[in-house]
């Protein structure tokens, strides 16, 4: 008797009856799930590209994305590793129905559906409306950072743009010199002769040129912003995907990246909105992100959460303006609790041995949390109870309105010392914005029982998809270039997200014996 187990089926023998392609796949497998939604959806916005009557007959857009969307699920990503799967792995070989497709397939079908694939994640998003997993009753909006297919040790300066611009000048002179040259031997031929066009070489390099100059112009600007902020080191530009930015890493360090942003609905943790910007400020993101999923949903979020970086003025007066309950902390101008400069008479001084608690700001100077603002007069009064009268009104271009109110009576004070800059000739100011009410009441609201319970809840949820798609699906780097591309790869990513979640949703209802009828309108 033989000690190994016998193979399962001889690799020569030929078979009568074999198993089917069906018949290897079990019937509760999450692909047979991931099929029955896609099925489930209106393709009409992919097939329409399609001519229908020159070529081969086509894959269809279904089979396509769902492999795509499938591989994400799957950790594969990698055009030549779904084209390997689609022929060795039971599960893919079923949903691809045999087809053997090839990388290059893969790859441009993933970048050129960016339309219809915004469409087959708002209708997955309705799927799960229709079933009650997206309610909109509680919405977490954040942004992580997401590295770019580019090196942090190969980017451009300014300085290196002008050397490599000087260089190509060189080169470019040499090259006009050299077809002037060759036309001028050319004498044999009629004056009417048609123009010679630019040998390719030359056009490369022109091209070239001038999308240095480009780049030279945008990292001049960059330059003059940072200097503005006080930096001093110079802009630094990726040079091989050039819409990246290099900024500071979750993980530590610095690199060039993207920031994806998403909602995220509360109910059962589905993003509900996605999008990608270049740089750090997700924030000016926020209200463009309400207008969409209303738009999508046909129904206004009632309560979002984010953290402290998106409250900004214009995204509480634009929250306010939707009529949407926004929950974020600010900081409030107004004197709080511990703070000597909250008394009942703000036209009494503060008391001396208090005025060592007052709070300073980063400039060693009294703060402006001890200058109290009264809006029926119009006026701040300091911690040694004089007036601060309205001076001016400040608008700049992009910024908010700034309203500026001086002391008249800063000679003497014995609180200048700490109060005002030693070199200034006039008064300490104070300046307040036209969204400083609305920082007051969100201050005040936050400070609120339930408020607080409704934005502790916005860490898990916000915080949920980007822990998925991260750590499961290990999308820590895009593999695309160029803003757009990447705002393509993001919408796979996130409708993967979905769907994944919707098939986890769906199998445990049916675990419990419950129908559910897959449609686009639930």
Known sequence: MEYWAKPGLDR???LLLYPTLD??????????????????????AWTGTYNGHVGQPPIPPWVLAGVILYGLMRRIRSSRQLEYVCGHNIDFMWLAEGRRIDHSTFCQFRTKFKGPLKDLFKQVGRVAMGMGFIRLLEVAFDGTRVKANASRFHTWTAEKVEAA?????????????EAEAAD???????????????????????????????????????????????????????????????????????????????????????????????????????????????????????????????????????????????????????????????????RQAV???ECAK???????????????????????????????????TKRETGRETRYVYRCRSCEGCPLAGICRDPTSKRGRSI????????????????????????????MHIGETPFAIIKHIFEVRRFLLRGLEKVRTEWCWVCTAYNLKKLMTLIAALRAEGKEIVVNVKG
């Open 184 to 346: 001028a031997d050319e004498t044999s031929l009629a004056d009417d002769r048609l123009a010679q066009p630019l040998p390719p070489e030359l056009a490369d390099a022109q091209k070239r040129q001038a999308k240095l100059r480009q780049l030279l112009e945008e990292l001049r600007q960059a330059d003059a912003a940072r200097k503005k902020e006080g930096i001093k080191t110079p802009a630094q530009m990726p040079k091989a995907d050039t819409d990246s930015k290099v900024m500071p890493n979750k993980e530590g360090g610095y690199a060039p990246n993207y920031t994806p942003v998403v909602a995220t609905d509360g109910t059962a943790d589905l993003i509900v909105d996605c999008e990608v910007i270049a740089g750090p400020n997700e924030q000016n993101e926020l209200l463009a992100s309400v207008d969409r999923i209303e738009e999508d949903f046909g129904q206004k979020i009632e309560n979002l959460s984010a953290d402290k970086a998106f409250g900004t003025g214009a995204n509480l007066q634009g929250m306010e303006t939707r009529e949407v309950s926004f929950h974020t902390p600010v900081e409030s101008p107004a004197p709080q609790d511990g703070n000597p400069a909250k008394r009942a008479d703000p």
């Open 12 to 14: 020569q023998q030929s």
């Open 431 to 458: 300046s307040r914005d036209e969204h400083e009410p609305l920082r007051e009441r969100m201050h005040a609201k936050m400070q609120t029982a339930a408020a607080q319970t409704t934005y502790n809840r916005r």
């Open 351 to 353: 008391p001396e041995a």
């Open 23 to 44: 018949d290897s796949v079990d019937e509760h497998h999450p692909v047979r799930q991931l099929e029955e939604i896609l099925k489930a959806l209106d393709w009409s």
């Open 165 to 177: 611009l000087q260089e190509l000048q060189t080169r470019v002179a040499a090259m006009l010199a």
């Open 358 to 392: 007052l709070p300073q700001n980063d400039k060693h100077k009294l703060d402006k949390s001890c200058f109290i603002y009264d809006a029926e007069a119009d006026c701040y009064y300091c911690p040694a109870g004089q007036i601060l009268d309205y001076e001016q």
